[in-house]
């Protein structure tokens, strides 16, 4: 039905770049707020980065000046550009999205995520 799938992780060495994606489809009008997870071996999921439907932008601070969020709402994807990546950002990172499904309904929904591995 409404899934979410990630692509663009990968091993880098320290100092690297990745960009990210995720799409929404299925059985949806359209999507609202779109945001970037990660969760690291042995410790909780945590907010990367989240986008509105106007484009606005929050992020971790670990993270600011280094990632940049983006979306295509007719392709109904957002992205991930990370720039400068370190060790410790290595983990799996997951998308997740709100889906309009008409004009009161909305659902969540996560992707399985994909592994970023930043080498030292």
């Known amino acids: 039905q409404v899934q979410m799938v990630e692509s663009g992780g990968g091993l880098v060495q320290a100092g690297g770049s990745l960009r990210l994606s995720c799409v929404a489809s299925?059985?949806?009008?359209?999507?609202?707020?779109m945001g970037w997870y990660r969760q690291a071996p042995g410790k909780q999921r945590e907010l990367v980065a989240e986008?509105?439907?106007?484009?606005?932008?929050n992020y971790a601070d670990s993270v600011k000046g280094r990632f940049t969020i983006s979306r295509d709402n007719a392709k109904r994807t957002v992205y991930l550009q990370m720039n400068g990546l370190k060790p410790e950002d290595t983990a799996v990172y997951y998308c997740?999205?709100?889906?309009?499904?008409?004009?009161?309904?909305?659902?969540?929904?996560w992707g399985e995520g994909t592994q970023v591995t930043v080498s030292s």
């Open positions: 997740q999205a709100y889906c309009r499904l008409d004009g009161t309904n909305w659902i969540h929904r």
């Open positions: 299925g059985p949806i009008l359209s999507i609202g707020r």
């Open positions: 986008t509105t439907s106007d484009g606005g932008a």
